[in-house]
Every structure is written in C-alpha cells, then in structure tokens.
C-alpha cells in the first residue's frame, strides 16, 4: 500500500451482513425483524426487475451474500415501470399494506445508500425515473420519518 491512501468507510460502504442489513431496515422503519427481511428481499427482488441485468447483477455482487440471491435478475433488460407499481409488488411480495410498503422500500434504499459503495448506489438509481427520488433520494441521509 505504498504511496495509496486508504479509502474511507463511506467511498467503500458499508460492510455488513444480511442479519445486519435487515436490522437496520427493521431500527430505522419499526418493523419487526422478520417484516424488514420480507420487505428487503421484496424490494431487491423488484428493484432487479427494473434496473437492466448487467446492473442488478452488479447490485447483487456489493449486498450481503444471502441478500444478493434476492438481487439478481431473471433477465438483461429492465421492466419499465413506475413508483406506484415498485410500491405495489413489494406490497404484494412482502405481505403488507401498501402505505408500509412504500415506508419499507425508502428504508431499504436508505441501508442500500449506506451499504453500497457511492457510485454503485449512483449506478442504481441513475436506472430509475425521477418520481423514485420519492424512496431512493441519493444525497439525503436517513431521517426518522413519522409514521402516521
């Protein structure tokens, strides 16, 4: 490592496993462990359906192992569909209402903010139309939202 300068956390990501990546949807969104794994494998398992294959496959290489399998595409070319049906197939997917799906979707994408290295969540999001801003903001750090 002569002459190099370590990267930082942040320029790496953060390194986790999938117990911990779902503990931290479960902290942030107040779910229960076993709904955050739900609403975590839903969402990736949809966010590979919309983003092209090269990319999911990409996704899936930075997550956790067991969380990855859920990442992975079943073809090269994205779907091409908005927030509202994201939001719904998680929905369907997980088990849960819509209005905790959409909550749980934005909380996965914060953790996946964290997790993935910055432009490797760019490479994500830059996939996804502007109203997805809606859950995958890239520059805002995670807020406790209120639940109401």
Avoid at 70 to 77: I, Q
Wanted: hydrophobic share 40%.
């Amino acid at each position: 490592m002569l002459g190099k300068t370590p990267l930082t956390v942040r320029e790496k990501g953060l390194k986790v496993d999938d117990n911990e990546f779902i503990g931290l949807v479960a902290k942030r969104s107040g779910m229960s462990s076993e709904q955050a794994a739900a609403i975590t494998r839903a969402t990736l398992t949809t966010l590979a359906e919309r983003i092209d294959g090269g990319e999911a496959r990409d996704l899936a290489g930075q997550l956790p192992e067991g969380l990855g399998a859920s990442a992975f595409a079943s073809g090269e070319t994205a779907e091409r569909f908005g927030l509202d049906v994201f939001v719904e197939r998680v929905s369907g997917r997980a088990e849960v209402a819509v209005r905790q799906a959409k909550d749980g979707v934005t909380t996965v994408f914060d953790v996946l903010r964290e997790a993935l290295t910055p432009a490797g969540y760019d490479d994500v999001v830059s996939q996804l139309p502007a109203e997805f801003g809606e859950v995958a903001d890239p520059t805002a750090p995670f807020v406790q939202r209120s639940r109401g």
